[in-house]
């Protein structure tokens, strides 16, 4: 139904081609057709015309023949003797029988003697008077022969004069040219034609203005070819004429069957274009429509091709066709390989493992376990600042190739940074997933190497196990994530599977960290003061402040519990900020003996703007560099110890004053103490906690205080919650303290307060 629409509607190519071929050859056809039959009608017309001419011309001849022939009878006669003898004694028996004799040897009714007198002898039929006048003038003026009108009828007469030996009259023979004649002779033409002898007065206007010329005249529809030309007249005021009449539409009917050949031959011409006309247009259009349909094929995303049949342009467009087929598959598939896999390594992407892993959850079988690995690489961020990222991009590439080596038939996939994933699929049992796991630390073990750097790696691992700890991807993906979080802080090298509760610690974290952000706007957060007490001086030097956050349902949250995670989010670089201004703004109030230290997480250590945030929070609050005290931890002289440096020097120049603190633990080592002048170290809480039990402790606080002493640098012990903590710790060269012992951290409000009471207590102490 389609297909007949748009054939009407010529959408179809072929059908336009045919059409188009076919109209131009019908109307080529058409106009040969129609100048054949112009032409077959002109030559038949000219033709007829001839004829026409022959014919009239033939007519006078005949009637001239017939006019010799009666005039030589005729003149015979008259001269005769006995005739003119009995034309002359009036000898009427002897003169109608001779005109007798000569009417039959001409075969004409009319032979008579017109005597000079006006009468007639002989004659039988009834002449006029003005007919004999006429007649009479024409003798007179010499004529002989020639048409005249006997009783009405043109009749062709001869005249003989009779000379007896005088002239005694004329002679005369007359034929009539009546119908009868007329159609006798027409007779003897050999087209069919009617001949008239009439009146020029009486002839159709068209015809007079054409004598001795053929016109062709329109007579109820009939095509009638005339001819008219004079006769000879014989009377007077008489012109008699010949009208020549044939039907040329009749004489035409003759050529009617060339015509119809010619007809049917074009029809039959047309009909033969036309189907050739649809099977040029056919055969032009189907590898077209072949190439149309391939190419719908394609924009729907299926591979075809199309066969090539020719060399001709079609057959080339179609070669072309194919090539573009193979460079768009060709390309599909870099462009899928670039989509799903990781330009560096070459290994697929998240996006290619989490759809393979798609797959290996529907395929596995009830006893089968799927197991996600999720690979953070441990401290790879120092190998990038360290060592720059060319090389940490050749570590990667390095683990990668490892990794491919060791687990060949697993999927391996880099996820981004140093994170990596495995698919282990087709296990039935924990122990074969952990095998995996164990293997995959172990081949951490050898060092890696890149362009002449040697690098310790190692890896953290949290694996997923469908379907026990899962069993859609997203999930799976998760789970392997919070277990690698878990590895993570568990301490590094390490994996760990992924446990239920991890997924609620999980969501606690997240509520956290949308709580802080609510915090941050809405200002629950309050700094509470620690003081830092010198026993030897028995005076306050200043105080720490830590902040507290006023949890709307949770009441007062320790740092403990979200500083962590306020530096993984970065949220700490606000709350810092804000930390700093607070404190210095309160600590401006104090008496101008009093410091305050603030703690710096390494988060906010490390950002740009800090700097310039302490010179703000200085200017603003007036508090001099001086009194300012930065605690920063150990694990900054970790990574980036230039840039680390560099950072504390300038801090240095401001004037303010950095104290090291929780010295002891962590990565704890003496030589910290050479890179940096520290104004002020502070021993861990450890330390103090274990000082009467253990004589280690007391032996490293001792060689603390001392090398700190010799470097110039102030000691605080941390923790200090019993007086013989501080008795010891004297013993030991720190006497410095900070502790319960004292005080708790009050908030701002009991500062003061606590300014007396200390110095009271220590006085009282001192006293005691
Ligand atoms: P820190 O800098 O080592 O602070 C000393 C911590 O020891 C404080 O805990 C303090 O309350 C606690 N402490 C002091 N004396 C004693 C004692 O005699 N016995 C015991 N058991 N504990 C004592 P707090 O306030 O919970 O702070 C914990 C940690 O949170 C701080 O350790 C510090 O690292 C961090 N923190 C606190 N406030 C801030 C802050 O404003 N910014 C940053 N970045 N970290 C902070
Ligand atoms: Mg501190
Ligand atoms: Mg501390």
Redesign the pocket.
């Known amino acids: 139904m389609q297909k007949i629409r748009r054939f009407l509607r010529f959408d179809s190519l072929s059908v336009r081609i045919a059409a188009l071929y076919s109209a131009l050859f019908a109307l080529t056809f058409g106009a040969l057709v129609a100048v054949a039959m112009g032409g077959i009608e002109r030559y038949a017309s000219g033709q007829i015309s001839d004829e026409m001419t022959a014919n009239s011309n033939a007519f006078k001849k005949i009637l001239e023949l017939e006019s010799k022939r009666m005039a030589t009878a005729t003149d015979i006669l008259a001269a005769d003797f006995g005739f003119r003898e009995a034309v002359a004694l009036g000898d009427e028996p002897t003169l109608a029988s001779a005109l007798v004799s000569l009417r039959n040897r001409l075969d004409v009714p009319n032979a008579f003697i017109m005597t000079l007198d006006g009468g007639t002898i002989g004659l039988e039929q009834k002449i006029q008077d003005a007919e004999s006048d006429s007649i009479w003038n024409a003798l007179d003026e010499g004529a002989r022969n020639g048409l005249v009108k006997i009783g009405g009828e043109y009749h062709g007469i001869v005249a003989a004069p009779i000379e007896a030996p005088d002239l005694f009259g004329w002679l005369v023979v007359g034929k009539p040219l009546n119908k009868a004649e007329m159609q006798g002779l027409s007779e003897l033409a050999p087209i069919s034609l009617t001949a008239k002898v009439i009146d020029e007065p009486i002839l159709p206007s068209p015809l007079v203005a054409k004598t001795g010329e053929q016109i062709e005249l329109l007579e109820n529809g009939e095509r009638i070819l005339y001819r008219v030309s004079t006769l000879p007249s014989l009377g007077t005021n008489q012109k008699p004429t010949l009208l020549l009449r044939h039907s040329l539409s009749e004489a035409l009917l003759a050529y009617r069957p060339i015509s119809w050949i010619l007809s049917i031959l074009a029809l039959v011409g047309l009909g033969i274009i036309i189907s050739a006309g649809w099977a040029l247009a056919k055969g032009i259009t189907r590898p077209i429509a072949r190439l149309e349909q391939a190419a719908r094929q394609i924009s729907a995303g299926e591979r075809t091709k199309v066969r090539v049949n020719s060399k001709d342009e079609i057959g080339r467009l179609a070669e072309s066709f194919n090539d573009m087929v193979d460079a768009i598959v060709e390309r599909e598939g870099e462009i899928s390989h670039i989509a799903l896999h990781d330009a560096l390594t070459g290994l697929p992407n998240r996006k290619y493992y989490r759809d393979q892993l798609d797959i290996a959850l529907k395929r596995a079988g009830e006893d089968e376990l799927v197991a996600v690995f999720y690979l953070d690489l441990d401290n790879f961020k120092s190998v990038n600042d360290t060592l720059g990222h060319p090389v940490g991009d050749g570590l990667l590439k390095q683990v990668s190739s490892r990794m491919e080596g060791l687990l060949d038939g697993h999927l391996i996939a880099r996820l981004g940074g140093d994170e990596f994933a495995v698919l282990v699929d087709g296990v039935d049992s924990v122990d074969a997933i952990t095998k995996i796991a164990e293997s995959l630390e172990k081949s951490f073990a050898d060092r890696f190497e890149f362009d002449g750097h040697i690098m310790p790696t190692t890896t953290s691992i949290g694996i997923a196990v469908a379907p026990h700890d899962g069993t859609e991807s997203d999930i799976l993906m998760k789970n392997a994530d919070l277990a690698l979080y878990r590895a993570k802080h568990e301490g590094k090298g390490q994996y760990h599977y992924f446990e239920q509760e991890m997924d609620e610690l999980a969501r606690k974290r997240r509520e956290t960290e949308i709580d802080l952000k609510l915090a941050i706007e809405h200002g629950q957060f309050e700094?509470?003061y620690?003081p830092l007490f010198n026993t030897e001086e028995q005076k306050i030097n200043g105080f720490?402040?830590?902040?507290r956050w006023n949890h709307p349902t949770r009441g007062l949250v320790?740092?403990?519990d979200f500083?962590p995670l306020a530096e993984e989010t970065g949220l700490?670089v606000q709350?810092?900020e804000w930390?700093i201004k607070e404190a210095c703004h309160q600590a401006a109030t104090w008496p101008e003996q009093i410091r305050v230290a603030?703690?710096?997480?390494p988060v906010?250590f490390r950002t740009k703007g800090l700097q310039s945030v302490l010179i703000q929070a200085l200017t603003q609050s007036g508090l001099s560099p001086q009194r300012l005290e930065l605690?920063i931890t150990e694990s900054l002289l970790i990574d980036n110890v230039a840039e680390t440096l560099q950072a504390l020097h300038s801090l240095r120049e401001m004037g303010v004053r950095v104290a090291l603190?929780?010295f002891g633990t962590g990565y704890s080592s003496l030589s910290y103490l050479r890179s940096f002048p520290f104004d002020k170290i502070?021993i861990d809480?450890s330390f103090v906690d274990d000082i009467m039990s253990d004589k280690g402790s007391a032996a490293i606080i001792q060689a603390i205080t001392g090398l700190a002493a010799a470097l110039g640098m102030e000691t605080i012990a941390?923790?200090?919650?019993l007086e013989e903590q501080v008795e010891m710790l004297l013993k030991n060269g720190c006497n410095n303290i900070?502790?319960?012992?004292l005080s708790?951290?009050v908030p701002m409000a009991e500062v003061d307060a606590l300014i007396t009471a200390l110095s009271g207590k220590c006085r009282n102490r001192k006293v005691a």
């Open positions: 700094l509470y620690q720490e402040a830590l902040i320790s740092p403990l500083i700490i709350i810092g930390v603030i703690n710096i997480s906010q605690e603190d929780d502070k809480r941390e923790g200090v919650e900070q502790g319960f012992l708790r951290p």
